[in-house]
Each structure stands twice: as structure tokens, then as C-alpha cells.
């Protein structure tokens, strides 16, 4: 109470002192007399608040959320209140903290800050009133000192356009655009008196109308459309609170975009040159606009790393392209619209796909390569899409392949930087400097076929049939004759042969460290294919062997050059030689199948890092990781290297791009393909006719005389087998077990294979035919049994199982065995199913819906446990009336008829009486909760001794969302049956069989005997949801079981995905008796496609529900095929559906591989 007591007092106090002391240049009413002059607030106060304020105090900053750069905005204050008390200057809180007198004072130290005659004025006009402009606020004008020149200025060129017919060529530049007439490079139009730089300028489609954009850094954007003809100024239009640095106008010049400096984009009528929307959402300056050529969206980029894609339709965002390091300057659309590029600061230039529909994950990066030294300044594409021009800070130019971004062309020596860039229909490059010079490039390039750069090789040769091979030891063995350290004592192999000797130098016996090398040399011819690999470790031999092939001079032998198109390093933690995944920077930018190289290794990218908190995995996929190029695996630690590169020919040029190429030897420490452990392996393609040598030595330098090998030397001879996992499975009638076909590639055989199975009994389906994809080493398929199916002859192995492969031209077949014998067991807790997420019936393995004949059961006595009464109608059905309490429970004694029962069901009712004419008391609709049903069997004479019926599966015609039937057999009184179906914001029963009429089943475990001396007692009790009591119910039986169904499959059910596009699919389950949540695993999808937004537990079906929408996404590059594919729950032994087919189709216009092979399901 004192402190609150002494705070009052001091701001009393404090306020007092304020009203007797006025600061030298705070002004009361008395002070303002008849004689002097108004202060204007256009011509004094707004320049004098645009000078010291408003850099800090503007729409876009607000700092103290306080606007000072408009009249209106100033008098609405800031989060301290009003800033401004007219007349009375000596309380208005902007003159007390100019001079000082309150907290903060303003300007910031360091900062400019108004003069006492400029601070008398201000007091003045808050004193006069603080009187606004007369009508609307004026437009800023940029206030800065006039600097006297000291020579010609200079007048870059920001922005270069080509009109439609090739004839003239518009250039921007501050304050002015000249049209030029291309054919002589003169002027022909000066439209002058633009406000600012010109930053953009566009002719419209059909070249009538010129569009700019400009604007006073700071002050306001400009834009303007100009008839072409006669440079007559046909519209103006301002809005942006800053300069405008793009502008685009749609094919029907109906809209004009512009975006600028403000981060707005903002779309203009050009008919009624008003504002159609403003488009939200970046969060830096907005530096280049595209209209789609032919769909409703319009493309931007900004300075705050990314891409938007925006719908012109609904105009809200589509998606948002992220991989950009730093700010982007420039983008480009493909004349065909398939295409974004964009580049900046980063120095790269990216492509993305354009989907369908452009919608968020349907825009894959294709490319992104490392371009310019410098941040790039401007891109554009060629009339024909074939090409993309480049400019940027470190003054070259270049020409670009658009498909795969090969480069064509480096321009160099330009005067200065070239700030723009525009294509001619003539393949001409227009240049607009930074200097003011402007000028055409001749192009010079042939698109297509080779390029300067050469042809991309593959990482294994093609296969090429030697005939049969001698074994390994049929092949003569030679000895080492030392010395043979030199190409000239090299040991003579005749190929193929093995070569023996030891590492170990005599004279330094007693010295661990030698440099002791042993050269066999052999023959080949060019083009001849040859692998070369040591058995030293295999052999309990000390020797870590490296092998590396020499030439006639002694020096290694180049195998291929690696041109690092951009870089990376490994983050996080650093990676052994084994492991399958690492942590990459800049990893959104790597695509699947990526060669990486790190430190001498060449890896191959599998998958892709699915968030920050993951890893990129390589190749192989499983085990441990592989070295391509015959390159050895090994550590790396963090912050190392790494580059993805292309691999080319040994002497292609290579035009600098600003990153390294390596060259690659013929060499080799340990395996790449982790086959022989220590033991070296590689495969040698001779360049030229000629000797070759292989140098064996320890990789550590090490030697004894117990370090002893063979060098084999042989032709190389690709082929595979196949190895079967899952095997003799045990199969859950109504459900499916994996299975997965292994192959061991042997001396680089990549090709695909086609696995064929047959032979599989009725009642069961496989995936057939499965095929390992090129470069793969597994598939996997399913076994399914029908939901009826038997155990088949214990007595065969089934499944016969038959490769084929192309191997240099010829088909090749390797019979593989059998899958092994089947075992049927009893169902588990669910059945799973794969369907179209269009609706589609679940498979045939669905439970029997075939109709058996009921017959009702008279009741014989009943019970509740609340207030309401049961009464009988003559259906033999029971009807609720009465109060309804919260949680009724109904208990009603049954007596035999004397017949055997397989199954009973309970049917609920709807009654005229009810709540909705439903079967159930749920106050608004008829809906019923039953938690649970219970069934007791007992002979009349010993009523007590009940014994619960044993229950097979539940099922029923119809159960809510968020419910299950089997809820009211699983011991749980918090959940249930209901019958209600969401239809808008409610909730209704549906019609069912006959009307409002649904059912529950059970299935007995074992017929029973309801004999004339047997009472059935059936509790049904109601404590999952309040007032949710059954209304209308009757018990039936049947003596008949369920008729088993044809053991046929159909067809398998199939969706279709374009690459680099998304479908969607559904997983299903059906509860017999489970009540968990269930997760699942898609698997066997084609490299390249993968389930979108999956979550740390794969796809997840919570307790609630039974199914789930899947979605699927695939690259750009996935080539056409059709493939199986198949769920797998992580529940009751790893429960598989019946397989799908998975149709992958090319874009429109895009080429679609012919070689597609069939992975399909058959039985």
C-alpha cells in the first residue's frame, strides 16, 4: 500500500512539473497569435517526419507499432497511446521525446535528428492543431541532396524485353524505356518522365502493349502500360508502398501482376485499372512475376528464399518451392509451362515439374546446378524451351541445355555485368549491361546429340558375352619373380591367370613399414572387360590389399572424370564405411539416384532425408553401404566434402562451373560391393590395345613373409542368382505373409529380373510375376490365403519359382525352387485390405454377406435396471417406453425351441415411438450406443449355472464411424456399437434392412443345442453414452453356417500415379476381435514412389477407425511400368493384404519407356 501510495504521488508530481514547465520549443495555444503562419503539413511536417521518422515508424516496420508516414495513421498512435495532442504541443509525446524530455528520446543515438528550427516547426503545428492535408494524402516524393556530377553518369540497363515478332527490343533503365528497332539497334521510342528505376518491362502476347515497373526506393512503385505504336501512355497505376521490381500481364491483357520491394503482389484490372486482389505471403522483396502460358496461376520469387505458386482462380498460394539457400532474383517459365527455373543468390540455377494442378508436393525439383561464381541476376528460356541463358555478379553469361542442364555456351569479356537477358526467335541472346550498353550474342549451339561436355556414362559397362569361362582353378597360376616392383621386371600373366606372391621385402625384414609394390603385367585389347581382384584376407593372409592398373609409362590408368555439379558436406555426426545413411547439407536438393562423392567414395543416393532429423540412405538399400565406380567405402568426419557429381568420359572438357571435377583411376583398397571384405575387387575396361600392369600392395604400407595373395585375373562374366526369404510361411486364412526374392549380382550385372511363379494351390493368391528392378537387389510378394482356405498337401512344396534375366543380348532362366510347403492357421484379429480410395467394395476375402434365414425367439422374461419398461409386440420384439436414464441395462431370458444354433443375431428396430422413427433412445435421432452384449446358455432346472456362449466373429450391417461391433465384446464398457452416419452437421440412423433396421451378428465358436430345457439369457447393457439406451430390439437364430464362397481371386484391383504427381489408395481393415490401434508398412512400391506425410509409426488406423487414406507419391523420372504392391500391418504376426497394381504412366509429351515390365498378382 505505501509503494502504491508513493507511485501515485511521483506521477501527480511528476504531471504537475510537466503542466508548470514548458520545453524551450513546445508551444501552448497562448503562443499561437492571428499573425502567424500555418504550418503545412505536406510541404514541412511530412518531409521533415519522412527524413528523421519514418525509416523506423512506416506501414511495413511499425516499430512501437507507430506509423508515422500518413496523417491518419500518426493520430491513431502507438502501443504507448497518442503521439500526437493537437494544440496542445508541450503533452504531445512526439515534440517531449524529440527533445528529449521523455523516454526513449528520439532519433536513436547516432541517427540523424532535427535541427531546433525544425523542431520549432513540428511544436507549431501540433500547437496550430495538428491540421492533415486538405483532401487525400499527397503522394511521397523522395527527398535527397542534389550532388553536382562530376563526369557522364552512367545509366544501367536493369531490364531488357523482345517484343512477340522478333522486331523490336525494349531496355529500362532509371527513369526511362527505349524501344530499340533490332534490326539496327536505333531508338525509336524514348518513354521518359517514369518515376524511379525502371526495374521490369513486358510486352504483352500480342506486342501491343509495353508494361513497366518501377518506383522511388522507399516512396512508392510505379507501373505503366504504353501503346506499343506510339508510345502514348495508356494506363497508370500506383499501390505499392515501395518500388515495384516485377511486373507480368496475362495472354488476354485483362490482369497485370506486380510485386516489389513491399513483399506484396498485387493484381490489376486492366479494364477498370482497380485492385483485383493482393496476394499475402512472402516474406521478402517480391523480384520476379510469370503468368502460366496456358493455366490459371501466376509463379513469383523473393528475396525470402522461395517460389510461390499462386491460383489466379481462388488467388491463394499452391505451393511453396523451398530448396533456395539464399534470396532469389530471377525465375523463367518453359513456353510449354512444364517448367520453373529460378536462381540467385546461391549462385545455382533450380528446375522444378509443374503438376497437374500445381498443388503443393506436385512440383518436384529436376535439377538444381551449381551455375555462376557469383549470385545470379537473370535467367530466361528460348522461344523452343530447348535452352536457358544466365547472367551473373561475376560477369559471364552462359547457355544452358534445359533438359539436364548441360552447358553450352560461356560468354565472356562483357564490358560489364549483364543485368538482363532476353531470347530472340533467332537463337540471339539480348544483353543489357550495367554500363548502358546493349547488344546481341549469337548463340552458336546445337541442342541436342553430344555437347562440348560430352556423353554421361554409366557407373557399370555393357554386358558382353565371353562364352563359357574356365573355373577358377582351372586357370594357370604364375608366381612372382621378384624384383618386380617396376613396369620393366613386371611378372608376365597370360589372361586369364592367377598370379601369387608375397608383400614382404627381405632386406628390411625387421622394419614394419615397407614400400616393397609387386606389378604383374597382361595384355588386352580395347574395349575388352576384365576384373581383377586379390584373395589375401578370404585366406586368413595379414595383407589389406589395394590393387590399382598402370599404363606402359608406370602411371595410373584414368578410368572417368566426375564433374561436381554442387556441393554439400556431411552435418551432424560423422559416418563410418558401413553405414547406409548420413546426414547431408543442402540434401533437398539431392534426387534418388545421385552419385555423391565423398573423399574418393562414390556413392549412390536411395532415399531421400524425410526431414532435418533423418538420414539420406544409399545404396544398396539393406546391409552395408556400396562404393560405385569400384571405390572403397570409408569414414568421413563431420564437416567433410561432399559433391554430387555426373560422370563423363576421360578427356571431355569441361567448362568451369565453379566446382571441382575428379578423376577417377583404376584402382581399388577394399570391395566397393562389400563381397570380399578386405580383399580388393574392380572392373577393368581397357581404354586402348596394349600391356597393362596391376600393382599389388598393403594399403597400410605393411609387409611379411606371411603376406601372401593371388592376384586373379579374368573375364568378366555378369550374371545372378536368386535367394528366397519367407519360405514354407503359415498363412492366416483371410490375410496374407511377405515373402522376398534376394539376388546376388555377380561381376556388375544391373539388369532387371523377372521372377515367375506357378503352381499355387485353390484358395490361395501370389504376386506373380515380381521383377528386381536395374541396379536393385530384392522384391518382395505376397501369399494369400482366402478366408475359407485349407491347409493343402503337406506332402508338396509349392510355388515353383523361375528367374529370367537379359544378359548381352540373350535371355537367361534360372529355375529358383519353390516357396515350400503352406500352412493355413485360424484367423487373426483382423483382415486387411488394399483398395481404391474411390469407393471400390472391399476383395472377395471380405466376410460373407450371402443371406442366411433367421427365425426370432420368443422372449420369457425381462429386466431393467432403471425406470423404463420393456414391453412385447408381436414380431416378438421388445420396445422401450418410459423414463430414459442415463445407462439402462436390459436383461431378457429366452427358452429353447429345441434347435441347434450357429449363429444369433440381434436386430434393433426403429419404432414410430422412438426419438428420429429410429431403433434406438438417443434424444435427437434414434441412435443407440451398446456397450456391451452378453450371452449365457443354462438348463432350466439349474437356472444359476450359466455358461457364456463362445463367440466365432461379430460382425454388422452397419456401424458408425469412431464405433466397432466387436466393441461390445471386448470386456470394455467404454466403447460400443452405433448406428448413426454423419450427413452435413448431423447425425442420422440410415435406412438399413426394411427401414431404420440394422443388426449385429455372432458366430458361434461351435453349434450349440437350444433345447426345449435350455434358457438363453441375453444382458445388454448401455454405459458408453448417456441416454443412448437400445429402443426396439428381438434375438433371432440360425442353424445354418456361413456359405463358403468360389476360392477364386479376381483380378488385382489397380490405381494409376504420374510420374512426379501424386494418387491416392486405402487401407481397410476389418476387426474380429481387436481393438487396437494398427500400424502399417506399404511395400514393394517402384523406386522413386513413396508414401506421402508418413508418420514415425508408418500409416496409423487409431483404435476409432478402420481405414485410411494412403497417399502416394512418385519423381519426375520413375519410368512406366506396372507393379505390385502391398500393406503390411505390424500387428498379429505382420498381417499383408491382398497386392495391388500401382499403374505408373509419363506425363503427356514426355517420352514413356517401351521396356516396362508387369508386376502384377495372379493365383
Known sequence: ??????????????????????????????????????????????????????????????????????????????????????????LSRLVRVLNGDAKPAMPPEDNAAPNDSEKELLARWVSQGAIGPDGNEPPITLVTPKIELKGEPTVPINTVAVSPDNKLIAAGSYGEVVVYDRSELKPLLSLGGIPGAVNSVVFSTDGQWLVTGAGETGVSGNVRVYNVADGVLLKEITGHRDAVYSVAISADKKQIASGGYDKQII??????????????????????????????????????????????????????????????????????????????????????????????????????????????????????????????????????????????????????????????????????????????????????????????????????DYGEQPKLEELLRVAELEPNSTVSTATHLTAPAVGTGVIFAADKKDVKVSADDDLFSFDAKAGEQWVLETNAARNKSPLDSKIEVLGADGEPVPRLLLRAVYDSEIEFRPANSTQLGMRLKNYEEMLLNDWIYINGEVVKHFRARRGPDSDSQFYPGTGSRRGYFDTTPRAHPVGQPAYVVVPYPVGTEMPDNGLPVFTLNYENDDDGQRKLGNDSRL?????????????????????????????????????????????????????????TFTANRIDDFAGEIRLDIEDVPPGFMVTTPLIIQDGHLSTEGVIYAHR??????????????????????????????????????????????????????????????????????????????????????????LLASGPNPDNDRYLVKYKGDGRMVQAIRLEVIGDESLPGKGPGRGSENGNLVLSELKLDLAKSQTPSKTQPLAIKAVRSSFTQEGFSAEAVVDGKPEKGWAIAKKEGEK?????????????????????????????????????????????????????????????????????????????????????????????????????????????????????????????????????????????????????????????????????????????????
Not at 478402420?1106 to 500387428?1131: G, H, Y
Open 1 to 90: 500500500m505505501i509503494i502504491f501510495a508513493m507511485q501515485t504521488y511521483l506521477k501527480i508530481a511528476s504531471l504537475i512539473l510537466t503542466l508548470l514547465y514548458y520545453p524551450a520549443f513546445a508551444l501552448s495555444e497562448d503562443d499561437v497569435t492571428d499573425g502567424q503562419e500555418l504550418v503545412s503539413y505536406e510541404s514541412t511536417v511530412a518531409p521533415l517526419l519522412r527524413k528523421y521518422c519514418v525509416g523506423c515508424h512506416n506501414a511495413d516496420d511499425k516499430q512501437g507499432r507507430l506509423d508515422l508516414s500518413s496523417h491518419k495513421a500518426m493520430l491513431q498512435g502507438g502501443k504507448n497511446g497518442a503521439v500526437i495532442t493537437p494544440k496542445h504541443a508541450n
Open 267 to 464: 493484381l490489376w484490372s486492366t479494364e477498370e485499372q482497380s485492385i483485383t486482389a493482393v496476394l499475402d505471403g512472402h516474406n521478402g522483396a517480391v523480384y520476379s512475376l510469370a503468368y502460366h502460358p496456358n493455366k490459371p496461376l501466376l509463379i513469383s520469387a523473393s528475396g525470402d528464399r522461395t517460389v510461390k505458386i499462386w491460383s489466379l482462380s481462388s488467388f491463394k498460394r499452391l505451393d511453396t518451392l523451398s530448396q533456395s539457400l539464399k534470396e532469389l532474383y530471377c525465375l523463367a517459365i518453359s513456353p510449354d509451362g512444364q517448367y520453373i527455373a529460378a536462381a540467385g543468390v546461391d549462385n545455382r540455377i533450380r528446375v522444378w515439374r509443374i503438376g497437374r494442378e500445381a498443388i503443393e508436393g506436385t512440383n518436384p525439383l529436376i535439377s538444381s546446378t551449381f551455375a555462376h561464381e557469383q549470385a545470379v541476376l537473370a535467367i530466361a528460356y528460348s522461344n523452343d524451351g530447348q535452352m536457358i541463358a544466365s547472367s551473373a555478379e561475376d560477369g559471364l553469361a552462359k547457355v544452358w541445355q534445359a533438359d539436364g542442364m548441360r552447358m553450352l555456351r560461356k560468354v565472356e569479356g562483357q564490358s560489364d555485368w549483364i543485368a538482363a537477358v532476353d531470347f530472340t526467335n533467332d537463337q540471339r541472346l539480348v544483353a543489357g549491361r550495367l554500363d548502358g550498353s546493349l547488344g546481341e550474342i549469337p548463340v552458336n549451339v546445337k541442342v541436342g546429340g553430344l555437347d562440348s561436355i560430352g556423353q554421361v556414362i554409366a557407373d557399370v559397362p555393357s554386358d558382353i
Open 683 to 739: 572392373t577393368f575396361v581397357a581404354p586402348a590395345d596394349g600391356k597393362y600392369f596391376v600393382r599389388v600392395s598393403d594399403v597400410r604400407k605393411q609387409h611379411g613373409e606371411d603376406y601372401k595373395y593371388e592376384l586373379i585375373v579374368r573375364r568378366r562374366s555378369p550374371s545372378f542368382s536368386i535367394s528366397v526369404g519367407g519360405g514354407n510361411p503359415t498363412i492366416n486364412a483371410g490375410n496374407g505373409k511377405r515373402f
Open 788 to 877: 475359407y482356405a485349407k491347409t493343402p498337401s503337406a506332402d508338396k512344396m509349392w510355388g515353383k519359382i523361375t528367374a529370367t534375366a537379359i544378359i548381352a543380348g540373350k535371355e537367361v532362366k534360372r529355375e529358383v525352387g519353390q516357396l515350400g510347403k503352406l500352412t493355413v492357421a485360424g484367423h487373426a484379429r483382423l483382415l486387411t485390405h488394399l483398395i481404391p480410395d474411390d469407393g471400390s467394395e472391399l476383395p472377395v476375402t471380405k466376410l460373407n454377406e450371402l443371406a442366411r434365414e433367421f427365425t426370432a425367439i420368443k422372449p420369457i422374461g425381462w429386466f431393467t435396471s432403471g425406470e423404463s419398461e420393456l414391453s412385447m409386440l408381436e414380431d416378438m420384439s
Open 987 to 1163: 447425425y442420422v440412423v440410415p435406412d438399413g434392412d426394411g427401414g431404420k433396421r440394422h443388426w449385429l451378428e455372432f458366430e458361434l465358436e461351435q453349434p450349440v443345442e437350444f433345447g426345449n430345457d435350455t434358457i438363453l439369457t441375453a444382458t445388454l447393457s448401455h454405459s458408453a453414452n448417456a441416454d443412448h439406451n437400445t429402443g426396439r430390439f428381438r434375438i433371432t437364430t440360425t442353424a445354418s453356417p456361413i456359405p463358403v464362397p468360389d476360392l477364386a481371386f479376381g483380378e488385382p484391383q489397380e490405381i494409376t500415379i504420374v510420374a512426379g504427381e501424386e494418387t491416392k489408395c486405402r487401407i481397410s481393415i476389418e476387426r474380429l476381435n481387436l481393438g487396437d490401434r494398427v500400424s502399417f508398412n506399404v511395400q514393394n512400391l517402384p523406386h522413386g514412389v513413396i508414401v506421402n506425410d508418413i508418420g514415425l509409426n508408418g500409416v496409423l488406423i487409431t483404435e476409432q477407425l478402420n481405414d485410411r487414406t494412403v497417399f502416394l507419391a512418385s519423381e519426375s523420372w520413375v519410368p512406366a511400368q506396372r507393379r505390385s504392391f502391398f500393406a503390411e500391418a505390424t500387428i498379429d504376426g505382420n498381417q499383408c493384404t491382398i497386392p495391388m497394381i500401382l499403374n505408373v504412366v509419363r506425363p503427356s509429351g514426355i517420352a514413356v519407356r517401351e521396356d516396362s515390365q508387369t508386376d502384377a498378382g495372379s493365383e
